[in-house]
Every structure is written in C-alpha cells, then in structure tokens.
C-alpha cells in the first residue's frame, strides 16, 4: 500500500506540539509494516536553514489557488526507510516561525493546494493520503473537488486526524472562492459552513474516507459539546467513520538507558542510578538537596485547559506535605506571574523555568519523583507516558489519552501504574496528589513497583501504526 501522510510539522525537522512528534514516528512505523510510505510538508525557514545540506531538489509546478498561480518547488530526504518530501514557497515559508502569521489561512491554503496538485508529480499514486487538523484540511475536498473532472483523482482515499479539535481554521465567509478557489456550493450545501463561517476542519471530517482521533477516549468525548468545541454535532454525524488510535512515542527517543541529556544513565533494573538524577535536578533548579524529598514535576503549557486553575487553588495545601515541584513551561502572563511568586514563596522548594529547553525537559523527566498533568482536557497526551519511560509516576486527571494510558493504583490489589481522578474537582486532585506523596514516604515497595510498571510498558508505535494500517485497507477495499 501506498500511503501519503501530509502534516504541517514532523520530528526532527521542525516543531511547536506534539503533532511533530506523531509525525516524526508514525511514518517510519508504518514503513516497518512493509508499506510504501512519504510524507509532505512545508520547507520552512528553520528546515531550509538545517537540512539544506541533505536536500535534494525534484522539479517545481506552478499551483492554482483562485485566481493566482504561485510558484511552488519540492525538495526531498530519504530517512528512516521514508521519503520526506518539503514544500518550497518564500513568500509563504521562509519566515520566523511555523505558525502565527497574519495570512496563515492563505499559507495553508497554498500547501494544500500543492499537495493535491503534485500528486501526479510523485514516482507512484497513492492508495491514501493521511492529512492532520485544520492545516492541511482541505486536501480531502479538493481531492473530491478534482476527481469530478479528473479520473486520475478517483479511487485516492483519504484520513484526517484530529490532533486537537480546538484549533479549526475557521476564516470568513469571503474567504471561499477567493482565497481557497473552492465554488459556493461547498458552502451552501453545508460541507465547509459553520456558523457563518468557512471551517477547514469541518470539511475534512464531512469528505474524508476515515477521521481518526487520537485516543479512544478522545474519540468518544467528541461526540459532547463540552469536549468538541461546535463540532459535536459533525462528530456524531460522522461516527461511523471515527476511529480512536492511541499515539505512542520514540522508544529509542525516550530511553532513559541513551538519554544523553540526564547527570546518569538507568533503567528499570538500576532504578537506584535515578537518585543521581534527582541530585542534578536539584542542584540546577536550585532546590535543596533532600533525597528523601520526592520532586512533583509539571512540564506544560501555562494555559487554561491544562488544569492550572486548580494547580494554583491548591499549591498551598499540597505544599504543605514534604514535597517539592519543579515547573517548566510558558503561556498565559497570569499563570506565569502565580508561578514567579510561588517560587518567591517556597524558596528551595518550589523551582519555575519560564521558557522551554529541551534538554531540562528531560532532566525534569528523569531527576523527578512524580509527574502532574490535571488537564481539563487532553485529546492524547505525551508526556504521561515519557515520564512513565523515565520512571516518574504520573498523577493525571482521567480525560483522553491520559485515562487510556493511566491506570490508577489501587492499594488494596496493587494493580496500576499511576495516579488519577475523574472530576475536574480542585479537591480532588489534591487528594490524589497527596496519596501519591503519601506512597512515596511510607511504602517505597509499591511506589518501586509503579515504576517498574512504567518503564516496561509499551509505549511504542508498533500497535498504532497496525491500527491505522487496518483503517487504510479498509477505506481502500471499499
């Protein structure tokens, strides 16, 4: 099979979230599968700046978008068993950052109309054509578009994931045949209209072969208005093609037996090496050197729906037992103000880096005891199952992927890896919080047990990319 997995961003190449990371692992996965497998994006100044070295040119069309007809180049690498192909517009690439661009409807727009026009430039058709959220959305309807009037277009199935359903492309209505050059009937029948507006994301579900989510507890949730953001309505209409594919991460990536980041190197059977870890972190991060005193890590985003509200109703009380937390992340300027004067408040107990690095990521990952991800929502989630790898005992809030990978401990049988509760209840993320510390101080048995179980499970793409390569061959034998 033939597979084309269109995405706006992809590991190592460029990043801002965690489609990247989906993106850099799931190709290379689907190729082990015997599958023939590329993947497309957009050359964009950070890309061209590191890889130019290894970039081959291939030719160059000229893409219809509406009216105009705008330059549109293709670069490629062969890497990991996949042909990763890149996009090349200046005008709309070669610019400081991947998104945020006052004309990124127009930019996105471009891309998508590249992708479906180069489809005859590539050495073989494809069978699908895997497409992610709102930026590359409109691959499926000009596929649909085109295939009336060129054979060539029909029979090439396609997917759209959903990433996170907050994030649409929504543009005005004006936006239809000008910008994008789609006719108004895709908005009078209601395929692309939401609200009187045109909504990309809208119209993939509507016209895709197969949507998939990604986890089988986001799949569900977005079928409730709480969760869908408008689009709960579509999602039911569509259920019959929504599939749930849990995500996994790079095994190989994420190993805290490689990571060169980490003070030491260890695994589940040299857990004792992860103290030194720990001795690092704090060392850094300027927090007292306890080891005794178990570190309760967030690495997140500083905004709303990641739970912070309730991190910051009840630092207090938590505080008051013997922990310490380390915070790494940016956002919101209210989040980041109520960490600043934590750290004020808790000297050497309570550490924030304003910011993003890599490299403390991962030294938060192994230098920490336990790891809290309070999300209001979280459609699949990383960095549970990172820190699962790096023997951090996760405390999450059962919502998407994190309570599908989380299972709770229970004392009573010891069964779980991990920590949770149900409600988004301030409260009662307390209690689970404290429990956790709890654990830690007064059976170090059972909380060695919880991360040993973290540590050996299976995180990788290899179930994953069978689920979806089950989805492909049946949209195709349709």
């Not at 269109?6 to 190709?27: H, I, N, Q, R």
Request: with cysteine; charged share 25%.
């Amino acid at each position: 099979m033939n597979i084309l997995y269109v995405t706006s961003e992809a590991v190592p190449f460029c990043k801002t979230g965690g489609l990247a990371d989906v993106s850099g692992s799931l190709p290379p996965s689907l190729a082990k599968n015997g599958d023939r497998v590329s993947v497309i994006l957009p050359l964009y100044k950070t890309v061209k700046e590191k890889w130019q070295s290894e970039l081959r040119f291939e030719k160059y069309i000229y893409v219809r978008l509406a009216w105009r007809r705008i330059y549109c180049g293709l670069f490629s690498v062969e890497r990991e068993g996949v042909t990763w192909y890149f996009v090349d517009n200046e005008q709309y690439f070669l610019r400081d950052g991947l998104y945020g661009h006052y004309d990124d409807g127009e930019r996105f727009g471009f891309f998508s109309r590249a992708v479906t026009e180069l489809l005859k430039e590539l050495p073989d058709k494809p069978d699908v054509v895997h497409c992610n959220d709102w930026q590359s959305a409109l691959v499926p309807v000009y596929l649909r578009d085109e295939a009336v009037r060129d054979d060539f277009y029909k029979g090439i199935r396609t997917v759209i994931t959903v990433h996170n359903i907050e994030y649409q492309g929504r543009f005005g209505r004006g936006t239809l045949e000008d910008l994008f050059g789609l006719n108004r009937g895709w908005y009078d029948d209601g395929t692309i209209a939401f609200d009187g507006d045109v909504n990309l994301l809208k119209a993939a579900i509507m016209t895709a072969d197969a949507v998939t989510a990604v986890s089988p507890t986001y799949a569900d949730e977005l079928k409730y208005p709480y969760f869908a953001h408008g689009l709960d309505g579509v999602m039911r209409r569509n259920a019959g093609k929504l599939h749930g594919v849990l995500n996994g991460i790079d095994m190989a990536r994420y190993d805290p037996r490689q990571d060169k980041n980490l003070a030491c190197r260890y695994s589940e059977k040299s857990l004792c090496e992860k103290g030194k870890n720990k001795h690092a972190l704090q060392t850094k991060m300027g927090l007292a050197e306890k080891s005794d005193t178990p570190i309760l890590a967030m690495v997140s985003r500083l905004v709303a729906h990641k739970g912070l509200d309730l991190v910051c109703a009840m630092l207090e009380r938590f505080m008051e037992k013997d922990v310490q937390f380390v915070v790494l992340g940016k956002g919101d300027a209210g989040y980041e103000d109520f960490f600043r004067r934590a750290q004020q408040r808790y000297p050497g107990r309570v550490s924030v880096y304003l910011g993003y690095s890599e490299e403390l990521a991962m030294q938060i990952y192994g230098g920490s005891d336990l790891f809290l991800m309070p999300s209001k929502s979280e459609p699949c989630g990383l960095s549970q199952m990172i820190a699962m790898r790096y023997g951090t005992v996760p405390i999450v809030r059962e919502t998407g992927g994190l309570k599908d990978t989380v299972r709770a401990y229970e004392a009573c049988s010891g069964v779980g890896n991990g920590f949770s509760f149900a409600n988004y209840n301030a409260g009662d993320m307390c209690h689970v919080i404290c429990e956790a510390i709890d654990l830690y101080h007064n059976d170090k048995k059972a909380y060695r047990l919880l991360q040993t179980r973290g540590m050996t499970g299976d995180f990788s793409w290899t179930r994953s990319a069978q689920a979806y390569h089950d989805i492909y061959q049946s949209i195709c034998s349709k």
